[in-house]
């Protein structure tokens, strides 16, 4: 009762901090994402080390700002090239760099030390700048709405999820990677996050009930998945949490581990225009 009263109550307020934030605008998104990348990127860097794998952390620590900041709307209007972004300078610079620093300083496994700090870049501060990118997308006034969407359908699925594996579960979802996730848990996180979905998308006049549902699916699929990827990088790195900042919810990265799928996947959903009329 106590652990679930501590993960209430610190959803109940981090929830409230990022609507805060996010409805402020780029200036408060931007240094809550570089917190937030670099927070992540301390847990990640700690579970190497439990595995006794090395990377670059001062390197990774500035490259993964450098990968926020490339992600500010106002650089969509000077691309480096027609159809470009910034973000790819950024993470083309950063595998420069890491390659020539291993010629020039090697470490005992260096590619290895190369292949963790790109998949760290790219798991956490590339998939965060994803949440600037739909923020202003297409304008600063719908993507307030269109962020707001992934954001209470993930919390929406996250609470469905547990009180239908909770009450429900019998069937094991993905038992190698997960032993406590179930088909039934999945199934309630579904139906919470389409109700969410289609209560927003009733008032706001956005999509029919049919488009609600199909959405539904993608965004409660990309939750589940972002969800079972970090519980499969933790079982590769013989690890339970990814860290205790977060009273009842261990880690940043065992927060955000659903919104580094469900965003991203939201924001390539709005640009292929699937519902275009």
């Known amino acids: 009762m106590e652990s679930l009263s501590s993960r209430v109550l610190t959803s109940v307020v981090g929830f409230a901090s990022v609507s ?23 847990e990640y860097i700690r579970m190497l080390d439990r595995n006794d794998i090395d990377v670059r952390r001062v390197s990774l620590g500035v490259l993964a700002a450098a990968l926020i900041v490339a992600s500010l709307p106002l650089w969509a209007q000077t691309p480096p090239w027609p159809g470009g972004s ?7 610079v950063a595998l420069a760099y890491l390659l020539v620093m291993e010629v020039i300083r090697p470490g005992e496994r260096p590619l ?7 998949f760290g870049l790219l798991y956490i501060p590339w998939l965060l700048g994803y949440f600037l990118l739909l923020r202003y997308s297409p304008d600063a006034t719908a993507g307030l709405l269109y962020l707001a969407l992934p954001l209470m359908a993930t919390f929406a699925a996250d609470v469905g999820g547990f009180f239908g594996g ?8 993905a038992p190698e990677v997960s032993p406590g996730k179930t088909v039934e848990g999945a199934m309630g996180g579904l139906l919470a996050s389409f109700l969410i979905v289609l209560g927003i998308s009733s008032l706001t006049g956005l999509w029919s009930p049919l488009e609600s549902l199909l959405y539904s699916i993608l965004v409660a699929s990309a939750s589940q998945l972002g969800d079972l990827s970090e519980s499969l990088l933790k ?3 013989r690890t339970k949490d990814s860290g205790t900042s977060l009273p009842g919810h261990g880690g940043f990265l065992d927060r955000i581990d659903s919104l580094l799928f469900a965003v991203p996947a939201t924001y390539l959903f709005l640009q292929i225009s699937v519902f275009s009329r």
């Open 20 to 42: 805060v934030i996010i409805w402020i605008g780029w200036w408060a998104m931007l240094p809550a994402l570089v917190f937030v990348s670099v927070m992540g990127l301390y």
């Open 86 to 92: 910034w973000r790819e300078v950024v993470l083309t």
């Open 112 to 118: 290895e030390r190369v292949v963790y700090s790109m």
């Open 166 to 173: 909770y009450y429900f579960g019998r069937r094991k979802l």
């Open 235 to 237: 079982r590769a790195l």
